[in-house]
């Protein structure tokens, strides 16, 4: 399901833009979503990584085995959705499109109420108190 809305986002979005015949914006913005393109897709990478580590699943849909705490864990509790939500953003600018770009808080509201507050409540009833010290001492995307 994130995956559907994230890829629903940038293809209606670039539908939206050549629709309307959209000017593309200055290639600097292009120079400045690359970098932002490249570090979604390597934190990505990285919670694949932690979840194989950690023997847990990492497909939303199929119930986590383990809760993975460290790695990208220490400073989000839903770095995938953190980078699907930057990922949008920094293609937005990449491919020159505005309506991508704006799009991303978007995903970002979309995958908090579709994605992480279910996981989250399923997460604390698997794995209980030990959910909820990390849950306090952990945000929920980036910051408190």
């Not at 559907?4 to 600097?28: F, H, K, N, W």
């Not at 979604?40 to 580590?53: D, S």
């Not at 930057?86 to 994605?115: D, R, Y």
Request: aromatic share 10%; hydrophobic share 50%.
């Amino acid at each position: 399901m994130p995956q559907i809305l994230v890829g629903g986002a940038i293809i209606g979005g670039l539908a939206v833009d050549l629709a309307l015949g959209t000017d593309r914006p200055d290639a600097l913005f292009t120079v400045i979503g690359g970098p932002i393109v490249v570090l979604a897709v390597l934190t990505i990478l990285w919670c694949a990584r932690m979840m194989r580590e950690h023997d847990t699943p990492f497909q939303a849909t199929r119930a986590a085995t383990a809760l993975v705490t460290d790695g990208p864990y220490v400073h989000s509790r839903n770095p995938i959705y953190v980078s699907y939500v930057a990922l949008v953003f920094g293609l937005g600018l990449v491919l020159g499109s505005w309506t991508v770009t704006l799009l991303a808080p978007l995903v970002g509201v979309a995958l908090h109420f579709l994605s992480v507050l279910p996981e989250e409540r399923r997460l604390q009833q698997t794995f209980g108190e030990k959910y909820d010290e990390w849950a306090a001492e952990t945000p929920r995307w980036l910051f408190r």
